[in-house]
């Protein structure tokens, strides 16, 4: 089975730097992805990592862990533009994008 | 213009009616996706295809079927639409070089 999971909200200062963990449980893996989603807008992809470490993009890191089943995106120098859904997704075996995706964390930037 | 275009953007329609929602692309990527987006449930697949004769269930495929028209076009019908399909639908398409998907705007569909 598939079981992703993901805090449902978090809040955060407007400059600081916010962690969002994601944890998972699959019947195969063949990397984890973080998207970001505005309400009603379609999710924009953030990162993908396929091994073990760290994949530094701009102002946006994510970390995996596949022996530990661990990811998480940092987000640093956060901006009210922030403010969104972060979606964290696997991506099943067998080629193509086939991905599971967790229920998402709404992030709230704030001054 | 959009590379992934959803038509509808929004729909409202009455239960037992057959809808199609319609994706095309011009990102020129070989495989397309539907997923539907409920709150507090996350996206999940419906259908994808890997090309225009590959068309595969998702984890959700009951009471929906797909057509992969043309590389560019994959449609969504919903044969007879009751109200636990209102949702959010996306269509995402990627190439077998690529490690993101690319998602349209979305369709929100509301049956009632």
């Known amino acids: 089975g598939q079981n992703i999971d993901q805090p449902t909200e978090m809040t955060a200062t407007e400059g600081a730097i916010v962690q969002i963990n994601c944890t998972y449980q699959?019947?195969?893996?063949?990397?984890l992805f973080w998207y970001q989603q505005h309400a009603g807008e379609a999710p924009t992809f953030l990162s993908y990592n396929v091994l073990d470490g760290l994949e530094e993009k701009g102002r946006f890191s994510s970390f995996l862990s596949r022996s530990k089943g661990y990811s998480y995106l940092l987000l640093k120098e956060l901006q009210m533009k922030d403010s969104a859904s972060y979606l964290c997704?696997?991506?099943?075996?067998?080629?193509?994008?086939?991905?599971?995706f967790g229920t998402g964390t709404q992030l709230k930037v704030e001054l | 213009d959009a590379d992934v275009t959803q038509t509808p953007r929004n729909r409202i329609t009455k239960t037992g009616k057959r809808i199609m929602l319609e994706c095309s692309q011009t990102k020129g990527h070989d495989r397309m996706y539907w997923y539907r987006q409920d709150p507090g449930l996350g996206l999940r697949l419906i259908y994808y295809s890997f090309d225009v004769k590959d068309i595969n269930k998702g984890e959700i495929s009951d009471g929906y079927s797909v057509s992969r028209q043309a590389q560019a076009k994959f449609s969504l019908s919903l044969e007879s639409a009751i109200p636990n399909q209102t949702a959010l639908y996306f269509c995402?398409?990627?190439?077998?070089?690529?490690?993101?998907?690319?998602f349209g705007s979305g369709t929100r569909l509301t049956v009632v």
């Open positions: 997704a696997v991506r099943a075996p067998g080629g193509g994008n086939k991905l599971t």
């Open positions: 699959t019947s195969g893996f063949n990397g």
């Open positions: 995402a398409t990627s190439d077998g070089g690529s490690d993101e998907a690319s």
